[in-house]
Nanobody
Framework: VQLQASGGGLVQAGGSLRLSCAASGRTFSSYGMAWFRQVPGKEREFAAAIRWSGTTYYTDSVKGRFTISRDNAKNTAYLQMDSLKPEDTAVYYC?????????????????????WGQGTLVTVSS
């Protein structure tokens, strides 16, 4: 599976962005998808995930502001980000997992994902 993330950019605090993650391969619908983010000098941090079934998970800091979704017909996962804050500034990575991701513990672990996109930079100005 190859992943291509896009949609990052510069936005003012309170604004919105939608990230896209286009996947190759015919088995996209069976993969769990996730978005992680990373700032320089810090570890990659879980943001949101969606199971093959549509079940979603979010880290507390983005709940109510971010929405993860998927369109299996288009082999694409999305992250709609609203009410953005300066602390959301990071490189955002999409990831794919063949694991079941039945718990948030498994969904938020970097090691649960075999495939990673190249990252897209989101900058939120104050």
């Amino acid at each position: 599976v190859q992943l291509q993330a896009s949609g990052g950019g510069l936005v003012q605090a309170g604004g919105s962005l939608r990230l896209s993650c286009a996947a190759s391969g015919r088995t996209f619908s069976s993969y769990g998808m996730a978005w992680f983010r990373q700032v320089p000098g810090k570890e990659r941090e879980f943001a949101a995930a969606i199971r093959w079934s549509g079940t979603t998970y979010y880290t507390d800091s983005v709940k109510g502001r971010f929405t993860i979704s998927r369109d299996n017909a288009k082999n694409t996962a999305y992250l709609q980000m609203d009410s953005l804050k300066p602390e959301d500034t990071a490189v955002y990575y999409c990831a794919a997992s063949s694991m079941a991701l039945r718990t948030i513990t498994s969904a938020q672990a970097v090691g649960s994902y075999e495939y990673w996109g190249q990252g897209t930079l989101v900058t939120v100005s104050s």
